[in-house]
C-alpha cells in the first residue's frame, strides 16, 4: 500500500494559474510562489466583494483518538466529490504547525487520495505566513523589553508583562524561561515564557482581520503588559503596530493551492483549536464564499472546541452564517472511545460500539443547540463490518441525522459521492437557524459555565482564586462582552484527557484567564492544558529525511 507521501509525490499537478481560472481568478491577479502556489491579490480580494455567497459547509468530527478520524482527509474528498458531481466547490482550511508534524500527529494535508498538494511544501515552510507571524510576535516582545531598558516612560511593571515570545516548534523547554541575565546592557532579569505560534494573538488576529486597517486595529489593541497602576499597556502604546503590520502584509494575504483533483484550495491561518479558536481566516472564507457555490472549511479537533469557537468567536465577528455541519466519525474510534484496545479495533466489536457512541451522540446534540443541520459521516475503513456500520447509521438516523458513508481516503473524489449527495439534499431540504450560545451582555463566567454546561456536560466550574480574580479584573477594564475561547484538552468532552465516551458527573477546572484583546475574545486556560506542547518519546521528526535527489520522505 501506497504511503500518503508517497501518493502525493507521485501527482500531476496543474499550474496554479489553470486552478485560478476554473474560479475566475486571472494570473494578474494572482501573486506566484513558483508554479503551484500563489497568494489572492488585494485587487482580486476587493474585486470579488461583490459576489453573491455559495453554501457554507462546515466540517468537524468527534473527539480526537490515537485510531484517527480523517476530518481534513473528509474535508477535501468533499470537495473533489462535489467536482465529480459538476458542482462548483472550494475549500477553506488552515494551514499545519511545525510543531505537530515533527511530533506526533504528523501534518495535515490530508491523506490517501484525498490530499492537498504539494503537500510537503504545505506542510512544511509553505509561503512563509507562520514565520512572519512569529517575527511580528517576537518585534512586540523585544519592544517590550527595550523600553524598560530605555527609561520605562510607559511605566510597565516588568511583574505584569503578559505577552510571550513564541516558536513554531514543540519545544517544552522553552515554557518557563529567564532572560535578561548578563550585564546591565543584557536587559532585566524577568521571567519570560513561550508559547507555540499557532496558539499566540497574532495567528488569532491574523484569522480574524478583514483587511488591513482591521489588522491593524487589532494589533493595536493587544494588552501587552501592565503598569504599576495595574492599567493595561498595548501594542498602539509602545508603537509597534506598523512594524508588526509591515511584517505582516503578504501574510494577511490567502494562499491558493490544488487538491490531488485539482479542486481548488484556499489555504490561511492555523490557530490550534484546543489552546485559540482553531479556524482558518475569515478573509480565506469569506472569498471562497464569493468564489464557488459551496465552501468547504472545517474548525479544529472535536465539535466541543473547533465547533464551539467556530460558531461562538469565528461567526460572531465575522457575521458569517453556516448552513450546514458535517460530523466526522469512525467505527475505530468510536470503539476506542468505548473501551476497546487500540491493538484490538481491528475486530468487530459491537458491544464497545454501542458503548463508544455516547460520545458521537453528545457532538450531534451540541450541533444542534446551533441551529445548523447536522450529516453524520462515517470515514470507513476496510476492517468495518456491516452489523458495525449500520449500526451507526441507524443510531444517527434515529436522532434526526443525515447519514452517509465516506471512503475518500481509497477512492478520492468518488469515494466522496454519497456524502455531498446526501448534504445537497440536506442543504436543499433543511434550513439552517444558525445562531450563536450565548449573549454577549453575559458575564464571563457565566459564559464559561455555558460553555462547560451545555457543550462539554459539566455539573459545574471550578475556578481558582487567580483565575476569578483575573475575571473580575478583566470585566472592571470593559472586556466583559467579549466571547470566551476555552484551552481544554482535545482528548475528551472533559478536562481531564482519560475520560473518554460522554463522561458524567464531571467538572470543568478553570486555573487561568486572559484576555487576547486584538482577537477579541478572553481566553480561560482549563485542566492541565498547555501552549508550548512538548515533543513525544519517539518523535516523528525522527522519521523524516531527504534524499540527494531532495526527495522528502517519512511526513505525513
Given at each position: 500500500m501506497k504511503?500518503?507521501?508517497?501518493i502525493?509525490?507521485e501527482?500531476?499537478?496543474?499550474?496554479?494559474t489553470?486552478i485560478a481560472?476554473?474560479?475566475g481568478?486571472?494570473?494578474?491577479?494572482l501573486?506566484?510562489?513558483?508554479?503551484?502556489?500563489?497568494?489572492?491579490?488585494?485587487?482580486?480580494m476587493?474585486r470579488?466583494?461583490?459576489?453573491?455567497?455559495?453554501?457554507?459547509?462546515?466540517?468537524t468530527a468527534?473527539?480526537?483518538?490515537?485510531?484517527?478520524?480523517?476530518?481534513t482527509?473528509?474535508?477535501?474528498?468533499?470537495?473533489?466529490?462535489?467536482?465529480?458531481?459538476?458542482?462548483?466547490?472550494?475549500?477553506?482550511?488552515?494551514e499545519?504547525?511545525?510543531?505537530?508534524?515533527?511530533?506526533?500527529?504528523?501534518?495535515?494535508?490530508?491523506?490517501?487520495?484525498a490530499?492537498?498538494v504539494?503537500m510537503?511544501?504545505?506542510?512544511?515552510?509553505?509561503?512563509?505566513d507562520?514565520?512572519?507571524?512569529t517575527?511580528a510576535?517576537n518585534?512586540?516582545a523585544?519592544?517590550?523589553?527595550n523600553?524598560?531598558q530605555?527609561?520605562?516612560e510607559?511605566?510597565?511593571?516588568?511583574r505584569?508583562i503578559?505577552?510571550?515570545r513564541?516558536?513554531d516548534?514543540?519545544?517544552?523547554a522553552?515554557?518557563?524561561?529567564?532572560?535578561?541575565l548578563g550585564?546591565?546592557?543584557?536587559?532585566f532579569?524577568r521571567?519570560?515564557?513561550?508559547?507555540?505560534?499557532?496558539?499566540?494573538?497574532i495567528?488569532?488576529i491574523?484569522?480574524l482581520a478583514?483587511?488591513?486597517k482591521?489588522?491593524?486595529?487589532r494589533?493595536?489593541?493587544?494588552?501587552?503588559?501592565?503598569?504599576f497602576?495595574?492599567?493595561?499597556?498595548?501594542?498602539?502604546?509602545l508603537?509597534?503596530?506598523?512594524?508588526m503590520a509591515a511584517?505582516?502584509k503578504?501574510?494577511?494575504?490567502?494562499?491558493?493551492?490544488q487538491?490531488?483533483e485539482h479542486?481548488?484550495?484556499l489555504?490561511?491561518?492555523?490557530?490550534f483549536?484546543?489552546?485559540?479558536?482553531?479556524?482558518?481566516?475569515?478573509?480565506?472564507?469569506k472569498?471562497?464564499l464569493?468564489?464557488?457555490?459551496y465552501?468547504i472549511t472545517?474548525?479544529?479537533?472535536?465539535a466541543d472546541?473547533?465547533?464551539?469557537k467556530?460558531?461562538?468567536?469565528?461567526?460572531?465577528?465575522?457575521?458569517?452564517?453556516?448552513?450546514?455541519?458535517v460530523l466526522?466519525a469512525?467505527?475505530?474510534?468510536l470503539?476506542?472511545n468505548?473501551g476497546?484496545a487500540?491493538?484490538?479495533?481491528n475486530?468487530e466489536?459491537?458491544?464497545?460500539?454501542?458503548?463508544?457512541?455516547v460520545?458521537?451522540?453528545?457532538?450531534?446534540?451540541n450541533?444542534?443547540?446551533f441551529?445548523?443541520p447536522?450529516?453524520?459521516?462515517l470515514?470507513s475503513f476496510?476492517?468495518?463490518?456491516?452489523?458495525?456500520?449500520?449500526?451507526?447509521k441507524?443510531?444517527?438516523?434515529e436522532?434526526?441525522?443525515?447519514?452517509?458513508?465516506?471512503?475518500?481516503?481509497?477512492k478520492?473524489?468518488?469515494?466522496?459521492?454519497?456524502?455531498?449527495?446526501k448534504l445537497?439534499?440536506?442543504?436543499?431540504?433543511?434550513?439552517?437557524?444558525?445562531h450563536?450560545?450565548?449573549e454577549?451582555?453575559l458575564g464571563?463566567?457565566?459564559?464559561i459555565?455555558?460553555?462547560?454546561?451545555?457543550?462539554?456536560?459539566a455539573?459545574c466550574?471550578?475556578?481558582?482564586p487567580?483565575?476569578a480574580?483575573q475575571?473580575?479584573?478583566?470585566?472592571?477594564?470593559?472586556f466583559?462582552?467579549?466571547?470566551?475561547c476555552?484551552a481544554?484538552?482535545?482528548?475528551s468532552?472533559s478536562?481531564d484527557?482519560a475520560l473518554l465516551?460522554?463522561?458524567?458527573?464531571?467538572?470543568?477546572?478553570v486555573?487561568?484567564a486572559y484576555?487576547?484583546?486584538?482577537?477579541?475574545?478572553?481566553v480561560?486556560?482549563?485542566?492541565?492544558v498547555?501552549?508550548m506542547?512538548?515533543?513525544?518519546k519517539?518523535?516523528?521528526?525522527y522519521?523524516?529525511?531527504?534524499?540527494?535527489?531532495g526527495v522528502?520522505?517519512?511526513?505525513?
Amino acid at each position: 500500500m501506497k504511503t500518503d507521501i508517497q501518493i502525493a509525490q507521485e501527482a500531476v499537478m496543474k499550474p496554479i494559474t489553470e486552478i485560478a481560472r476554473t474560479i475566475g481568478i486571472e494570473e494578474g491577479e494572482l501573486e506566484l510562489y513558483g508554479t503551484y502556489k500563489a497568494k489572492l491579490s488585494e485587487a482580486y480580494m476587493e474585486r470579488m466583494k461583490g459576489q453573491p455567497d455559495g453554501k457554507l459547509i462546515l466540517v468537524t468530527a468527534i473527539n480526537p483518538t490515537p485510531a484517527g478520524e480523517g476530518k481534513t482527509t473528509t474535508s477535501i474528498g468533499l470537495g473533489q466529490a462535489f467536482g465529480k458531481l459538476g458542482k462548483k466547490a472550494i475549500l477553506a482550511l488552515r494551514e499545519p504547525s511545525l510543531g505537530p508534524c515533527f511530533g506526533v500527529k504528523g501534518g495535515a494535508a490530508g491523506g490517501g487520495y484525498a490530499q492537498l498538494v504539494p503537500m510537503e511544501d504545505l506542510n512544511l515552510h509553505f509561503t512563509g505566513d507562520f514565520h512572519a507571524v512569529t517575527s511580528a510576535n517576537n518585534l512586540l516582545a523585544a519592544l517590550i523589553d527595550n523600553h524598560i531598558q530605555q527609561g520605562n516612560e510607559l511605566g510597565i511593571d516588568p511583574r505584569q508583562i503578559v505577552w510571550k515570545r513564541c516558536e513554531d516548534m514543540n519545544d517544552r523547554a522553552l515554557r518557563n524561561v529567564v532572560i535578561g541575565l548578563g550585564g546591565r546592557t543584557d536587559g532585566f532579569v524577568r521571567e519570560d515564557h513561550f508559547v507555540i505560534t499557532v496558539a499566540s494573538e497574532i495567528m488569532a488576529i491574523l484569522c480574524l482581520a478583514e483587511d488591513m486597517k482591521d489588522l491593524k486595529e487589532r494589533l493595536g489593541k493587544i494588552v501587552a503588559a501592565y503598569n504599576f497602576d495595574g492599567e493595561p499597556v498595548t501594542a498602539g502604546d509602545l508603537k509597534a503596530v506598523g512594524a508588526m503590520a509591515a511584517l505582516l502584509k503578504d501574510a494577511l494575504k490567502p494562499n491558493l493551492i490544488q487538491t490531488l483533483e485539482h479542486t481548488p484550495a484556499l489555504v490561511h491561518g492555523g490557530p490550534f483549536a484546543n489552546i485559540a479558536h482553531g479556524c482558518n481566516s475569515v478573509r480565506a472564507t469569506k472569498a471562497a464564499l464569493k468564489m464557488a457555490d459551496y465552501c468547504i472549511t472545517e474548525a479544529g479537533f472535536g465539535a466541543d472546541l473547533g465547533a464551539e469557537k467556530f460558531f461562538d468567536i469565528k461567526c460572531r465577528i465575522s457575521g458569517l452564517k453556516p448552513d450546514a455541519a458535517v460530523l466526522v466519525a469512525t467505527v475505530r474510534a468510536l470503539k476506542y472511545n468505548g473501551g476497546a484496545a487500540k491493538a484490538d479495533l481491528n475486530k468487530e466489536d459491537v458491544a464497545a460500539l454501542k458503548k463508544g457512541i455516547v460520545n458521537l451522540e453528545k457532538h450531534i446534540e451540541n450541533l444542534k443547540k446551533f441551529g445548523v443541520p447536522v450529516v453524520v459521516t462515517l470515514n470507513s475503513f476496510a476492517t468495518d463490518t456491516v452489523e458495525e456500520v449500520s449500526f451507526v447509521k441507524d443510531f444517527c438516523e434515529e436522532r434526526g441525522c443525515e447519514f452517509a458513508l465516506s471512503q475518500v481516503w481509497e477512492k478520492g473524489g468518488e469515494g466522496g459521492i454519497e456524502l455531498a449527495r446526501k448534504l445537497m439534499e440536506t442543504l436543499e431540504k433543511k434550513e439552517s437557524r444558525f445562531h450563536v450560545l450565548y449573549e454577549d451582555d453575559l458575564g464571563l463566567r457565566e459564559k464559561i459555565t455555558m460553555i462547560a454546561k451545555e457543550v462539554y456536560g459539566a455539573n459545574c466550574v471550578n475556578f481558582s482564586p487567580a483565575a476569578a480574580r483575573q475575571l473580575e479584573k478583566l470585566e472592571k477594564l470593559g472586556f466583559g462582552a467579549l466571547p470566551v475561547c476555552m484551552a481544554k484538552n482535545q482528548y475528551s468532552l472533559s478536562d481531564d484527557p482519560a475520560l473518554l465516551g460522554r463522561p458524567e458527573n464531571f467538572e470543568i477546572n478553570v486555573r487561568e484567564a486572559y484576555v487576547s484583546a486584538g482577537a477579541g475574545f478572553v481566553v480561560a486556560l482549563t485542566g492541565a492544558v498547555m501552549t508550548m506542547p512538548g515533543l513525544p518519546k519517539s518523535p516523528a521528526a525522527y522519521r523524516i529525511d531527504v534524499d540527494e535527489n531532495g526527495v522528502i520522505t517519512g511526513l505525513f
